[in-house]
């Protein structure tokens, strides 16, 4: 028989151990979304909330409407600008979106490139997909050197630069066509979000709701993951040149942007951007009139060739001059990795199924990502 005092003690540990769970749930909770600065409800990176909620596309009920060949909930695709010779490093991406996230969502892919793509090319990729796949190649005058361009002193530019990809000819262009034509080709046309992706790249965890309709649902334009600062030779005028363009069409740009993500509290160039070989992009933002009148002035000035301005920084700086934060998401929850740089979210093991380690997450510790966190 147990005494009365024993069953008050009894009861009053367990009183006490129901708290801490409490609070050590709730803490749990909070630390896994330190990160989250976009303003959602604190379960909704790591809970429940986004996994299994239908208006994201997340759960097992919802994914009917994701059949391979359906009419999808967002008519979005990924898109890869790529090489024949890229067909390995690309299977490589495939196999991991699609196990990671895709097999679900059957979101379509399209490839681009600036040659024919080869059989053995389409078929290599088509191998690992069940969703739809289109294949394209350049528009004329989309890739190369517009009129106005010295090419002698593009060439000169090339034979004494010293920073990564300087010498390069072919990879301006990439840039050049990335920054100001690729949303532009008759294969997007419809399409009102894109998901770029790149080869030889890896996603460390699943993916359990629909990025796109959760971009969507709420209003987003601009969707990133991993922000490194710029190596300023390739830039050398491309903040001046912006600061001229906002001179000159004061008329497009709001007072409400989250242009001090790209400008100190002294006036100067962060050099902050966004790694463009994972965007989430809403393209009616591309296709503005503000967008592409910036890209017109960048590409007058020429520094796509007299220096070797990368499209990531320039799509950074069309969101942060024309953006609010509110309409730009950080995607922390995704696992990504590109040669050089990892995300590793925050709290991974108690989702069981990434693959990275979140000690080594350390582009989340970056000035942009902590500066992202600052600005409001
Ligand atoms: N078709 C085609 N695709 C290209 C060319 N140059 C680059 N690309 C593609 O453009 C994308 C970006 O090029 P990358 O060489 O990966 O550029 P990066 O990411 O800055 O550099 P890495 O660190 O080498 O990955 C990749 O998907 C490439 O396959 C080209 O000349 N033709
Ligand atoms: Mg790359």
């Not at 106005?148 to 301006?172: H, M, P």
């Not at 005028?237 to 242009?259: A, C, G, H, V």
């Amino acid at each position: 028989m147990f005494s009365s005092r024993r069953v008050v003690a009894a009861a009053k540990f367990l009183g006490i151990l129901a708290v801490l769970g409490l609070l050590m749930h709730t803490g749990a909770r909070l630390f896994s979304t330190r990160y989250n600065t976009n303003g959602q409800g604190i379960f909704d990176m790591w809970g429940d909330s986004l996994a299994n909620n239908k208006d994201y596309g997340g759960g097992a009920d919802g994914l009917g409407e994701y059949s391979p060949q359906g009419i999808k909930p967002v008519n979005a695709a990924f898109v890869a600008f790529v090489r024949n010779s890229d067909l390995y490093g690309m299977r490589k991406t495939i196999q991991e979106i699609e196990s990671r996230w895709n097999h679900n969502y059957n979101y379509p892919y399209i490839f681009l490139n600036d040659k024919p793509f080869t059989d053995k090319f389409k078929q290599g990729v088509k191998d690992l997909t069940k969703a739809e796949v289109r294949f394209g190649q350049l528009e004329p005058d989309t890739w190369g050197y517009p009129p106005w361009i010295d090419q002698k002193k593009a060439q000169v530019e090339r034979e004494t630069s010293n920073y990564i990809k300087g010498r390069s000819e072919s990879y301006r262009f990439m840039c050049r066509f990335q920054s100001g034509f690729l949303h532009k080709h008759p294969l997007l046309k419809d399409l009102e979000f894109y998901w770029r992706l790149e080869p030889d790249v890896h996603y460390f965890c699943n993916i359990d709701y629909d990025p796109f309709l959760y971009m969507k649902n709420n209003g987003l334009k601009y969707g990133w993951n991993i922000a490194p600062t710029e190596y300023e030779p390739t830039v050398r005028t491309l903040w001046n040149t912006t600061l001229q363009f906002m001179d000159r069409y004061p008329e497009l740009i709001p007072k409400d942007s989250m242009i001090d993500w790209v400008r100190d509290s002294k006036g100067a160039y962060t050099k902050c951007h966004f790694w463009s070989n994972f965007e989430i992009v809403d393209l009616s933002f591309y296709r503005s009139e503000q967008y592409s009148k910036f890209f017109d002035f960048l590409d007058h000035s020429g520094g796509f060739f007299y220096e070797r301005w990368g499209d990531a920084p320039v799509h950074s700086l069309a969101v942060s001059i024309f953006l609010k934060k509110s309409q730009v998401h950080y995607f922390d929850d995704i696992g990504y990795y590109h040669p050089a740089m990892a995300h590793c979210p925050d709290g991974s093991k108690e989702r069981g199924k990434c693959v990275c380690d979140p000690k080594e997450g350390w582009a989340n510790g970056f000035t942009c990502a902590k500066r992202w966190r600052q600005i409001s």
